[in-house]
């Protein structure tokens, strides 16, 4: 036999000793697996300047510890324009829903009442050049300057009229929808300024281990940008497989006990938390029940007491609980 010939034999036998040796294992309720622990990457929602660092890599960290800041100083400056300009538009807006004050209302009656006399005296003088131009008594310029005068009067008289009927009224509904609108934004701009001045303090989501740590004190940090890698304490997960033929001993809610080669003789107590309800590792084709007993499905376990000598992707050791 050729030697590629022989090597392919020996690593079908190899793989065909491994399946039935798992197989087995799992009919005797064991199964092998390894240790899944969940990893975050933490990064800022806002970009600036790094002013302090609190952690290092290795690290345990708790839920809500500061592990870095920015400096917040533009950020503050921020906040103050948008107050400002919130201060500014709502009293705006207070104004607008009042309405006008009843001496304003009382000043426009007044130029009312002055520009209607103005228009009563240059309608008179005009009249008076008028009638003077034809003995010869004043000139047809004096007679143009009074009735350029009267109709200044008269627009005066207008303008004071329609100032009047505004003051009035009041603000149309549409001018205080617009301020409403804009008071709005203005509170929007408070609130993810105030945001932002918060994010600028980057802290733990949990408890867990700094993995990686992605910046240095001074550094430039972008909005989004990977800081720091926390490996979550909790949940601890076991990620194993089971043919389709035990799936009924480890169904979801199933206890199990966990243990490790670094320490035999410890064992974690184990929930079956998830079963996946589609096969992995499947055959070119599944007809037959010989072959079907070859899909393997995966299974996660949740383990309640897990400790820091769980790693991730440490090989384990699942058990039925007796």
Same mark, same amino acid.
């Given at each position: 036999?050729?030697?590629a010939?022989?090597?392919?034999a020996?690593?079908?036998?190899?793989g065909?000793?491994?399946y039935?040796r798992?197989?087995?294992?799992?009919?005797?309720?064991?199964?092998?697996?390894?240790?899944?622990?969940?990893e975050?990457?933490?990064?800022?929602?806002?970009?600036?300047?790094?002013?302090?660092?609190?952690?290092?890599?290795?690290?345990?960290?708790?839920p809500?510890?500061i592990?870095?800041?920015l400096?917040v100083?533009?950020? %503050?400056?921020?906040l103050?324009a948008?107050?400002?300009?919130?201060?500014?538009l709502a009293?705006?807006n207070a104004?607008?829903? %009042?309405?006008?004050?009843?001496?304003?209302?009382?000043?426009?009656?007044?130029r009312l009442?002055?520009?209607?006399?103005?228009?009563?005296q240059?309608?008179?003088?005009?009249?008076?050049?008028?009638?003077?131009?034809?003995?010869?008594?004043?000139?047809?310029?004096?007679?143009?300057?009074?009735?350029s005068?009267?109709?200044?009067?008269?627009a005066?008289?207008?303008?004071?009229?329609?100032?009047? %009927?505004?003051?009035?009224?009041?603000?149309?509904?549409?001018?205080?929808?617009?301020?409403?609108?804009?008071? %709005?934004?203005?509170?929007?701009?408070v609130?993810?300024?105030?945001?932002?001045?918060?994010?600028?303090?980057?802290?733990?989501?949990?408890a867990?281990?700094?993995l990686?740590?992605?910046v240095?004190?001074?550094?430039?940090?972008?909005?989004?940008?990977?800081?720091f890698?926390l490996?979550?304490?909790?949940?601890?997960?076991?990620?194993?497989?089971?043919?389709?033929?035990?799936?009924?001993?480890?169904?979801?809610?199933t206890?199990?006990?966990?243990?490790s080669?670094?320490h035999?003789?410890?064992?974690y107590?184990?929930?079956v938390?998830?079963?996946?309800?589609?096969?992995?590792?499947t055959?070119?084709?599944?007809?037959?029940?010989?072959?079907?007993?070859a899909?393997?499905y995966?299974?996660?376990v949740?383990?309640?007491?897990a400790d820091?000598?769980?790693?991730?992707?440490?090989p384990?050791?699942v058990?039925?609980?007796?």
């Amino acid at each position: 036999m050729a030697p590629a010939a022989l090597l392919l034999a020996a690593a079908l036998a190899g793989g065909y000793y491994l399946y039935q040796r798992e197989a087995e294992a799992a009919r005797q309720g064991t199964l092998y697996g390894n240790v899944d622990i969940r990893e975050v990457v933490l990064a800022f929602r806002v970009s600036g300047r790094l002013a302090s660092i609190q952690v290092d890599e290795g690290d345990s960290v708790q839920p809500g510890q500061i592990l870095a800041r920015l400096d917040v100083e533009p950020l %503050k400056n921020s906040l103050n324009a948008a107050l400002a300009n919130e201060a500014a538009l709502a009293a705006r807006n207070a104004l607008m829903r %009042k309405g006008n004050r009843s001496e304003d209302i009382a000043q426009a009656r007044a130029r009312l009442e002055a520009s209607q006399a103005a228009v009563i005296q240059s309608e008179s003088e005009y009249r008076r050049q008028r009638d003077l131009v034809p003995a010869g008594g004043s000139s047809r310029q004096l007679l143009e300057a009074a009735r350029s005068q009267r109709d200044q009067s008269l627009a005066q008289r207008d303008a004071a009229a329609q100032q009047l %009927k505004a003051l009035v009224a009041g603000f149309r509904p549409e001018e205080i929808a617009e301020s409403d609108a804009q008071l %709005k934004q203005a509170r929007a701009s408070v609130a993810s300024a105030r945001l932002a001045l918060k994010d600028a303090s980057l802290q733990s989501p949990s408890a867990g281990i700094i993995l990686a740590r992605a910046v240095e004190a001074g550094s430039m940090a972008q909005a989004g940008t990977p800081a720091f890698t926390l490996s979550l304490r909790q949940p601890v997960w076991v990620r194993a497989y089971v043919g389709e033929t035990q799936l009924g001993k480890f169904a979801a809610g199933t206890e199990v006990r966990v243990s490790s080669d670094s320490h035999p003789d410890k064992t974690y107590r184990g929930v079956v938390g998830f079963v996946s309800p589609t096969a992995e590792f499947t055959p070119k084709s599944v007809e037959t029940p010989d072959l079907r007993t070859a899909l393997v499905y995966r299974i996660r376990v949740v383990v309640g007491d897990a400790d820091a000598a769980l790693s991730q992707g440490m090989p384990v050791t699942v058990r039925l609980a007796r």
